[in-house]
Nanobody
Framework: QVQLVESGGGLVQPGGSLTLSCTASGSNILNMGWYRQAPGQERAFVAV???????LYADSVKGRFTASRDNAKNIISLQMNNLKVEDTAIYYC?????????????WGQGTQVTVSS
């Protein structure tokens, strides 16, 4: 069983910065990433660091958010700069874990990010 624990959410003014972190327990972790869900909307992809080291971003956060991963500690961080009101959402950590030869998705409990003046 893999558990994901997030930290770092909060309230920030537009143009400000926040850093989210997620620590995963367990082993055989493949990709790690972030999704977010705004009120009344579906959960949406934000960023992912693949097991190869490649990092991918949603177009809406490119150039503002940076995802980084420490494979030795199973930690993924999300540095968020120049935050906008529309970045307000619950942010969820996601990890794909190899279990029995299959990739299984796990989710954190979510951390609230509010961008408001």
């Amino acid at each position: 069983q893999v558990q994901l624990v997030e930290s770092g959410g909060g309230l920030v003014q537009p143009g400000g910065s926040l850093t989210l972190s997620c620590t995963a327990s367990g082993s055989n972790i493949l990709n790690m990433g972030w999704y977010r869900q705004a009120p009344g909307q579906e959960r949406a992809f934000v960023a992912v660091v693949l097991s190869t080291g490649t990092t991918l971003y949603a177009d809406s956060v490119k150039g503002r958010f940076t995802a980084s991963r420490d494979n030795a500690k199973n930690i993924i961080s999300l540095q968020m700069n120049n935050l906008k009101v529309e970045d307000t959402a619950i942010y969820y950590c996601n990890a794909y874990v190899e279990v029995g030869g299959r990739a299984t998705a796990y989710w954190g409990q979510g951390t609230q990010v509010t961008v408001s003046s």
